[in-house]
C-alpha cells in the first residue's frame, strides 16, 4: 500500500525554524500563551498517512473541507468527511490516512503554547468530543490564507505576533461556530440564549426565576440546572451581572446620580444596588466612577 506523508499536488506548508520557537516564541510575552509550530494546507491528499504511536509534541487540527479520511486516536476510529473538524492531543497516540477513493484536502496547523492545553479541554468540553462538524465558512478560510501567508512573509515579531494573534480568532470560530453567527445559537445552548437576550430586553425590571423560565418554557428547577451547567451561574446571579455591565456604562459616560441609575435598572433602593455593585465589581459606584481602582 502507497503511504505518504506530503508532497501532494499544490500543497502548501510552513514548518517555523525550530530555533525562532524556541528564541522567540516559548520566551515572548505575546507569543508564549499560544503559537503555531507547523501549518499547512494538502488538496486531494491521496495516500496520505501519519502514524505517531507516541504522539506528537503539539497539538494538532485537522480541518477537512472535501473527501474523507479517517483517524485513530488511542484505537478510537472516526470517519472524517467535509466539514469535520478534529483536534488530536499532544501526546496522544494517533494515526490518520485519507480515503482512497475519496481523499481528502485539509488545512491543518500544530501549535502549542501555555494556553494550548486549556484551549484543547475547552474544545473537547464544548464539543463532547475532539470532533465537530463547522458549517462553510468562507471567513473562516480566509483567515486561515491570511494566517498563511503573514507567515510566509518571514520572522519578523509583527509577523509572528500577529499571525498568532489572529489564531486565536481561528481556533474560536472553530471551538464555537455559532458565535460566529449572530443570532443562530447552537440547540444546546439555544435555551440559555433566549434567556440571556430576554435579561437583556428587561434590564429596567426586577425578574423573578419564574419570569425567565417562563421566558424559554422550561420549568424553574430544569431552566436553573440547564442555565448554571453552561455558564456556571445562576440566572439571577448572571442578570445582576448584566445589570452591572449596564451601570457601569451609566457611570462612565452619564452624569446619572446613583439613585437615577439604580431606577433605571429597576431598583427603588439605591443601597441595594450600590452593594450590589460593589460585590459583582469589588469597588463601589462611585469609585468605579472616579476611577479608584
Known amino acids: 500500500m502507497i503511504r505518504k506523508k506530503e508532497g501532494f499536488q499544490g500543497?502548501?506548508?510552513?514548518?517555523?525554524?525550530?530555533?525562532?520557537?524556541?528564541?522567540?516564541?516559548?520566551?515572548e510575552a505575546a507569543l508564549t500563551p499560544l503559537y503555531i509550530t507547523d501549518i499547512g494546507y494538502y488538496p486531494k491528499a491521496l495516500f496520505h498517512h501519519r502514524k505517531r504511536a507516541q504522539g506528537a509534541e503539539q497539538h494538532i487540527l485537522i480541518y477537512c473541507v472535501e473527501g474523507k479520511g479517517s483517524i485513530t486516536l488511542k484505537k478510537d476510529v472516526h470517519a472524517i468527511q467535509a466539514g469535520d473538524c478534529f483536534l488530536l492531543p499532544r501526546k496522544w497516540a494517533h494515526e490518520y490516512t485519507a480515503d482512497e477513493s475519496d481523499p481528502w484536502t485539509i488545512y491543518w496547523a500544530h501549535f502549542q503554547g501555555t494556553s494550548a492545553d486549556g484551549i484543547v479541554q475547552a474544545a473537547v468540553s464544548a464539543w463532547n468530543g475532539h470532533r465537530i462538524f463547522l458549517p462553510h465558512s468562507p471567513e473562516r478560510i480566509q483567515l486561515f490564507e491570511r494566517i498563511y501567508q503573514q507567515l510566509q512573509r518571514g520572522y519578523r515579531d509583527e509577523n509572528l505576533v500577529w499571525s498568532n494573534m489572529n489564531f486565536w480568532s481561528f481556533l474560536s470560530s472553530c471551538i464555537y461556530p455559532d458565535f460566529t453567527q449572530p443570532g443562530k445559537p447552537s440547540q444546546q445552548h439555544d435555551a440559555i440564549d433566549q434567556c440571556i437576550d430576554y435579561m437583556n430586553k428587561h434590564l429596567d425590571k426586577m425578574l423573578t426565576l419564574q419570569q425567565m423560565a417562563q421566558a424559554v418554557n422550561l420549568s424553574q428547577s430544569h431552566f436553573s440546572y440547564l442555565f448554571k451547567n453552561n455558564t456556571g451561574f445562576s440566572p439571577i446571579e448572571y442578570f445582576n451581572q448584566l445589570k452591572v455591565q449596564k451601570a457601569c456604562q451609566h457611570l462612565l459616560f452619564t452624569q446619572s446620580r446613583i439613585k437615577e441609575i439604580a431606577a433605571q435598572?429597576?431598583?427603588?433602593?439605591?443601597y441595594y444596588f450600590s452593594r450590589m455593585f460593589t460585590k459583582v465589581m469589588g469597588v463601589s459606584p462611585n469609585q468605579y466612577r472616579e476611577r479608584k481602582f
Open 265 to 270: 435598572l429597576g431598583m427603588e433602593d439605591p
Open 11 to 27: 500543497q502548501r506548508m510552513i514548518v517555523i525554524p525550530r530555533n525562532i520557537l524556541s528564541r522567540k516564541c516559548a520566551r
